[in-house]
């Protein structure tokens, strides 16, 4: 069996040993990612990264389009009487409405109808649309406007005065057709007989719509 006097003889030659090892090597510096620990960090009690993606302010979503299909003519006065309804709703709440009267423009209808298919809905005004997803006609928009969950769904939308009056079309939403002056008929010159054709700018009445007001 080895000595007491042995163990101490060993003891001290490692711990000389050990010591001189230490004072030979150089200084290691920490390693400032995996080691040092941010006061930033700690202090929010959370990893420095998700930090810098909750701090970022928000981004700016684009607002969401309201349209609103309905109808200007008197021939049937319970539609005629819904649609102005829903647009005086609409213009209390003081937000940009994209308003397609179909009584100007026959292909709404046809853009309507794609629509309300796939919501398996037949063709009837008024229909509102908010970000694309309908919403209603008139007995729905009444009803959510009762309720208070209207303003809800266009919390979204942009904001317009009421008050505001277009000064191109003057709240009509289209302007006569500047290519043939809204005769829809224009004299081809190529031609060999010097024809008229079709002017293919404009709608049924030689109308487009007002690029100053419209959405869209």
């Known amino acids: 069996m080895e000595s007491s006097s042995g163990k101490g003889k060993k003891a001290q030659y490692y711990h000389h040993n050990h010591h001189s090892y230490n004072n030979h090597q150089p200084h290691m510096a920490r390693s400032l990612t995996y080691h040092h620990r941010s006061t930033t960090a700690s202090a929010s009690g959370k990893p420095f990264w998700r930090r810098l993606l ?18 200007s003519l008197r021939g049937i006065r319970r539609t005629f009487e819904d649609c102005r309804a829903v647009r005086a709703i609409l213009r209390g709440f003081r937000v940009a409405v994209d308003e397609k009267d179909l009584s100007m423009d026959s292909s709404f209808r046809t853009e309507l109808q794609n629509r309300l298919r796939s919501y398996g809905r037949p063709v009837s005004l008024p229909q509102l649309f908010v970000d694309g997803k309908l919403i209603g006609g008139a007995d729905e ?19 317009q005065d009421p008050a505001y009056v277009c000064s191109s079309c003057g709240g009509v939403r289209f302007v006569p057709c500047r290519v043939c002056s809204g005769s829809r008929k224009i004299f081809c010159e190529e031609e060999l007989d010097g024809r008229w054709r079709r002017c293919e700018s404009c709608n049924e009445n030689g109308l487009v719509r007002c690029a100053g007001c419209c959405l869209s």
Do not use: C, I, N, W
């Open 54 to 71: 909750t701090d970022e302010p928000p981004r700016q979503r684009k607002p969401q389009p309201v349209v609103l299909y309905f109808t």
């Open 141 to 159: 928009v009444r009803h959510l406007h009762e309720t208070g969950e209207l303003q809800k769904v266009l919390a979204g939308a942009a904001g």
